[in-house]
């Protein structure tokens, strides 16, 4: 099947349109004929080389951890779901890629809400797990008056995680560089500027108190996330590996193997279905321009997430 691939790791102009062999749905899991899928930080540290995993990957790779399609194939054991059906999801981390192809199979995954388009829906299933998974550990249950700071709030997972807090009745401080303020404004929240000195700017907001905080970025601000709320046990780090050391917790994916393996897509779908919940997609680049796709999430400034429309290898053009 014909899919974007690399076949050596390299800057963004290594991705190009090839053929790979095609994947099958195993137990559990459903295949998709891709329309879209999400580019991904994780799909960048990999094709550049600079992924810890970098060791495990068989070359040619087809990058990509975000997808949305119709279903082809379904595996021994899924029940709910036929071939037909339209999804958004992932694929199994420890696949690490095979999203943006003419099929991918998929680990987890929802029905995808009329109300979203397909770059909507591909972009969204990882962020949606990982933001889902990090406001559980903050006990951000909906019951109490909570403030919440997110760092690095414009990006594909801070700007469904300040959406997804807001669903769940916190009021929401979001920083982003300037220029993205407008933008976390209109998904609901207070914007202030990220980099150091945050805790004066937050002050001067003249909001009362911080209850909980969330990095999303990993730039360094642990420190003055735990000032701010009085507390390690009130901050979950999603991206800076020195938060265990400093008695922060870090949120690290393996949905896959988890028992709900789609954890909060059903959610986030209905709360697009009533109106309450976007996926903000930035950018949409056909197959073809991977490269150009790889090379503006590099770069930013985000605003969501960068989608590939992959109708097009169907086509063969
Ligand atoms: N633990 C997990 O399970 C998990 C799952 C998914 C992703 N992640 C990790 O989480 C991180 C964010 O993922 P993402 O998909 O949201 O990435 P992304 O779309 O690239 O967004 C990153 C965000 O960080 C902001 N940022 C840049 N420099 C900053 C700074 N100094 N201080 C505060 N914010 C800053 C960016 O703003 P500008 O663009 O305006 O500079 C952008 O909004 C990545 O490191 C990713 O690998 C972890």
Redesign the pocket.
Known sequence: MRAVRFERFGPPEVLGVGSVPEPHAGPGEVRIAVRTAGV???DLALRAGDSPSRDGLALPHVPGVDAAGVIDEVGPGVTGFTVGDAVFGAVDVARLGGASARFAVLAFWAAKPDAWSWEEAGAAA??VE?AT?ALDLLGLTGEQDTTLLI????????SIAVQLAAARGARVLA???PA?HAFLTSLGATPVA??PGLAERVHALGIPRIDRALD????G?LDELVALTGSPDSVVT??DFTGPGRGVRL???RYGGQPDGCHGLAFAAEQAVRGRFRVPVQAVFPADRAAEAHAA?AT???RG?TVLDLTTLASGA
């Not at 760092?151 to 801070?158: E, F, K, L, Q």
């Open positions: 991904s930080p994780v990882t962020g990982t998974r760092d690095g709030a414009s990006g594909g997972v801070g920083t982003g560089r993205s990220y980099g999303v970025a990993g730039k601000s999603l991206a949120s690290l994916g999430v930013g400034p985000r997430k």
